[in-house]
């Protein structure tokens, strides 16, 4: 946690060096360019998905009370199973749909975005 606070700050610092060269008529490559390569490392690293994954709450958090019917389940409902997120909940009812209802649970492995490893997740949570 310190490491990236530490290096937060140094990306700040060089920011705002740069910024105020910019604003003062100077070019910014006229800042320290070790500050400007690591504002540029941090800035790359907030946008890789693992970083964007980390911030987000982690939905094994979500209470699911019950199991959830996967033949009647609204995309919302879906999306609180672990691993599963909106965009899969919504190709789910979608394959659901154009399909007449799923016959087994493991007709899941059909839809994108649905592996081994996320079925097996997801299983302990489903009915038909």
Do not use: C
Request: charged share 25%; aromatic share 4%.
């Amino acid at each position: 946690m310190k490491a990236t606070i530490g290096r937060w700050m140094v990306a700040l610092a060089g920011l705002m060096v740069a910024g105020a060269l910019t604003v003062s008529g100077l070019p910014a490559s006229a800042a320290a360019p070790e500050r400007q390569a690591t504002a540029v490392k941090v800035q790359k690293a907030q946008r890789t998905p693992k970083a964007q994954k980390a911030r987000r709450t982690p939905k094994a958090a979500k209470a699911i009370e019950g199991k959830i019917n996967l033949n009647s389940a609204s995309a919302e409902e879906l999306d609180a199973l672990p691993r599963i997120g909106p965009k899969v909940a919504q190709r789910m009812v979608e394959y659901r749909t154009a399909h007449n209802g799923f016959k087994t649970v493991d007709e899941l492995r059909n839809v994108k975005g649905i592996g081994p490893k996320v079925l097996e997740a997801i299983r302990p949570y489903l009915t038909l």
